[in-house]
């Protein structure tokens, strides 16, 4: 415990606080302990301060919100904190006792307090105020009343009365006593103010002792700080020096990667440049020898006409199908038969030029819209770039109610294997569709 809020330095994380205002001389004591605030109890905490301020615990009243502790209770009972500020109020009275002579001895209660006194009591301690000790003894006033005796005086005995001068000689004395008793008490207050000015002024040294101390810390921390200001500075400056040459030994190093890299994309774009005109004239070569051959290819072979070439690519197409060989009959158009009674038609359009194969692969549509619609988007789907019909198309009749998948040879430019190379890729695709349309159509009722 420091007394005038003067904080402890050892102070730990785990460590807890309560902190006791005197109203006898000012001070505030902390009460510093390792636990729970609620678990201390009044009558531990006023045995602290009896060690501290001097006052026994019969003449402290300690109260926290205007509630007065007692006794048997504890911190939790009036809701203590960590930082509580209690009130200590010093219960004014006078303890008597008799002396074995018959005298009343009037006595003050001791405010001693001891400089830097520690008590430990389990896990808490309590420091008290630093203040002076100045214990005060108590006093003696006797208080002598009137008592009739029996006695001797020369061998006399005395059975009467005493005289008046005793009796006013009794009186005196109890004026006497009154007068000193109350002198007593004022000495005692007195003597108390004293107490309490000499420990403010201890308290006062103290504190001008340790706000000199505080001032010298201050400053010399003040010239530390000047020291690693300057440390650090000087040391800034060194390191400022060897960015700035750092900086330049890279700047110089980006330049020269620079002109390298300048230097090499030039040689880059020129051996480009030079592997561009090779092609260029690879090219105009190759094409010069392509046209000389096509030249010399149609000199020494005589052109064939149309009807030569359809003969020729049926001729392949019957061989590639291994069927008898196929001609074309006054319609310009032949039948290839299918297994399942579909037949594939070969047909020559002399517009055009160009040799057309296309098989049925329904005769009737649905009535129902939606159920027609769903059937040419499959097909439309089917159709897309060729891609299930062996390169070829699809197409519908809506008059005659018929779908027609097809695929066509230009006659004229391709050799005569082209349509043989088609055939069985495009027969397969008609089965295909064939069985796919089936089974969208409705089933015909009997």
Same mark, same amino acid.
């Given at each position: 415990? /420091? ?11 785990? /460590? ?18 390792? $636990? ?5 109890? &009044?009558?531990? #905490? ?25 006794? $048997? @209770? ?6 203590? +904190? ?14 008597? !006792?008799?002396?074995?002579? $018959? ?14 006194? +520690? ?16 214990? /005060?003894?108590?006093?003696? /006033? ?39 008793? =109350? ?11 004293? %107490? ?12 001008? *002792? ?31 020096? %060897? ?16 002109? *390298?890299? &300048? ?26 020898? $392509?046209?000389? =051959? !096509?030249?010399? !290819? ?18 392949? #197409?019957?061989? *590639? ?11 310009? !158009? ?12 070969? &047909?020559?359009?002399?517009? &055009? @030029? ?19 619609? *769903? ?67 409705? @089933?015909?009722?009997?």
């Amino acid at each position: 415990m /420091t007394n005038k809020k003067k904080m402890s330095n050892s102070e730990t994380g785990g /460590t807890r606080c309560v902190y006791v205002l005197s109203d006898i001389d000012g001070f505030k004591y902390r009460l510093v302990m390792e $636990g729970d605030v609620r678990l201390l109890t &009044t009558s531990k #905490l006023k045995r602290y301060l009896q060690n501290a301020t001097g006052l026994s615990a019969q003449q402290q009243e300690l109260s926290f919100r205007g509630r007065v502790m007692q006794d $048997g @209770e504890c911190g939790g009972d009036v809701g203590l +904190v960590d930082g509580a500020v209690l009130q200590l109020r010093h219960v004014k009275g006078m303890r008597r !006792t008799n002396s074995g002579d $018959g005298r009343r001895v009037n006595r003050l209660p001791s405010s001693s307090m001891s400089m830097g006194g +520690v008590a430990h009591r389990g896990r808490s301690s309590v420091v008290d105020a630093a203040s002076c000790a100045s214990p /005060t003894a108590g006093l003696l /006033t006797p208080l002598q009343g009137s008592h009739p005796r029996d006695g001797q005086n020369g061998g006399e005995a005395f059975t009467s009365p005493p005289p008046r001068e005793m009796n006013y000689r009794s009186k005196r004395m109890g004026r006497e006593a009154h007068a000193l008793e =109350i002198e007593n008490a004022r000495l005692e207050e007195r003597l108390l103010e004293m %107490e309490r000015r000499l420990a403010n002024a201890s308290s006062d040294w103290r504190l001008q *002792e340790e706000i000199e101390q505080l001032k010298g810390i201050i400053a010399q921390l003040l010239r530390e700080k000047e020291a690693v200001g300057r440390s650090a500075e000087e040391k800034w400056r060194a390191k400022e020096e %060897e960015l700035v040459k750092e900086l330049d030994l890279m700047r110089e190093e980006r330049r020269r990667l620079h002109r *390298e890299q &300048t230097l090499f994309e030039e040689e880059q774009r020129a051996l480009v440049r030079s592997l561009e005109e090779q092609v260029r004239s690879q090219q105009q070569r190759l094409l010069e020898q $392509g046209t000389t =051959i !096509t030249q010399q !290819t149609r000199q020494r072979q005589p052109a064939m006409n149309v009807a030569e070439k359809v003969e020729k690519s049926l001729k392949q #197409l019957s061989l *590639e199908l291994n069927i008898p060989q196929l001609h074309l009959d006054d319609n310009d !158009t032949c039948v290839l038969p299918l297994g399942d009674g579909t037949n594939i038609l070969v &047909t020559l359009d002399t517009i &055009t @030029e160009r040799l057309f194969m296309y098989a049925v692969i329904a005769n009737s549509l649905p009535s129902n819209a939606g159920k027609r619609l *769903e059937l040419f988007e499959m097909l439309l789907e089917g159709a897309l770039l060729g891609r299930d019909m062996a390169t070829g198309g699809v197409g519908v009749c809506l008059r005659n109610e018929l779908i027609i998948m097809n695929v066509c040879v230009d006659i004229v430019h391709a050799d005569e294997y082209a349509l043989a190379s088609i055939a069985r890729p495009f027969m397969e695709s008609v089965q295909h569709w064939s069985e796919a349309v089936k089974k969208m159509m409705p @089933e015909k009722k009997n």
